[in-house]
């Protein structure tokens, strides 16, 4: 009976080391947030293919966030769903009132609002959803704190709606393999519009997203990367195509002083996110 008892401790601790194993923290990270002179940042990476994640800045990664423009990714996908968008391709047309940006002030389609980010269009999706069908598809989904409360077009802008690094990187990851309580097609035209580079090594996927939280500027980029690699299969292999896609899921946000404007923490953040993928070996060098 006792060695029964040892045998069963035993492979507890063995199975408990194998799943930490699997969890990994990379404290050499935060030296390329320094480098850009950023403190108070979060990554988190889920490699797919061994099932394991990694991270930096633990604490940060499980915290909580007003999403900003990320979150138009599920009001795209919400906007397919029901209808009220056939395809990335609606139009909208702009109601002429100046944001400043000459890519956002004019008519606008799903595929040109998400790859520019313009606000007003996606308010406008917001209104034509309804605040009861969205708060329906924020607790299936079980987004965040799932709070869309407020203003129906401004609830993920003002702190209302939260979500953590960790959520976004799981949403995404479900999106990708389309477990998510939207039809295939709907998570398949979401995830095409997020390609921003399509190359021979990898295909990278991501929204960005910018919000003021008191006196701090939020920066978000959530999304993707394919590793693509070539591979020779042995003869009568079943599998016809020497081509292998291998996803890694993604978060990462850091802070700035809203009055911070010694950088352009707009395009930093993509620098920041290029070189942790290059780092851990998700992008090629």
Request: glycine letters at 4%; proline letters at 3%; hydrophobic letters at 35%.
């Amino acid at each position: 009976m006792q060695i029964r008892i040892f045998i069963t401790l035993i492979l507890i601790t063995v199975f408990c080391s194998c799943r930490e194993a699997r969890i990994t923290e990379h404290e050499e990270w935060g030296a390329v947030y320094k480098k850009h002179g950023i403190e108070n940042a979060c990554f988190i990476l889920r490699d797919n293919n061994h099932e394991a994640i990694h991270f930096y800045n633990k604490e940060r990664c499980l915290k909580r966030f007003l999403p900003a423009s990320t979150f138009k990714i599920f009001n795209s996908l919400v906007a397919l769903e029901t209808a009220l968008a056939p395809d990335e391709r609606l139009l909208i047309k702009w109601d002429s009132t100046t944001t400043g940006r000459t890519a956002c002030d004019k008519d606008l389609t799903m595929q040109e609002a998400f790859s520019n980010s313009c606000v007003w269009y996606y308010r406008e999706i917001a209104r034509r959803i309804g605040p009861e069908r969205m708060k329906h598809y924020v607790d299936t989904v079980k987004y965040g704190n799932m709070n869309a409360s407020g203003s129906i077009d401004n609830f993920w802008l003002n702190d209302s709606l939260q979500i953590s690094a960790d959520e976004q990187a799981g949403f995404i990851k479900r999106m990708y393999f389309a477990e998510l309580p939207f039809s295939e097609r709907s998570q398949r035209i979401v995830k095409n519009m997020m390609l921003q580079e399509d190359t021979e090594g990898y295909k990278l996927y991501y929204k960005t997203g910018t919000g003021v939280s008191g006196d701090k500027n939020v920066y978000w980029i959530t999304g993707f990367i394919e590793r693509i690699k070539h591979v020779k299969e042995p003869k009568g292999s079943m599998n016809k195509v020497d081509i292998r896609n291998y996803p890694y899921f993604f978060s990462m946000n850091f802070e700035k002083p809203a009055t911070d404007a010694s950088k352009d923490w707009f395009s930093t953040r993509i620098d920041v996110l290029k070189e942790i993928l290059k780092d851990y070996g998700a992008m090629p060098k």
